[in-house]
């Protein structure tokens, strides 16, 4: 019997650091469907913080 619900290790992607720059300054790209299921679009302003080794990123909202 098979399921078509995803489970959390179904939704893990492993990409490259494409680019580093500035010391402040940097971009977030996602996948579409990731960034339309989290409700982020084109121009939208996220928190970002650094917890240990992970990075934490909240939408902001207006």
Do not use: W, Y
């Amino acid at each position: 019997m098979s399921s078509n619900t995803a489970t959390s290790t179904d939704l893990i992607e492993i990409r490259k650091v494409q680019a580093l720059t500035g010391e402040r300054s940097f971009t977030l790209v996602f996948p579409k469907h990731f960034a339309v299921e989290l409700g982020i679009g084109r121009g939208d302003f996220c928190k970002c913080q650094v917890d240990g080794n992970r990075l934490i990123v909240e939408k902001m909202n207006p």
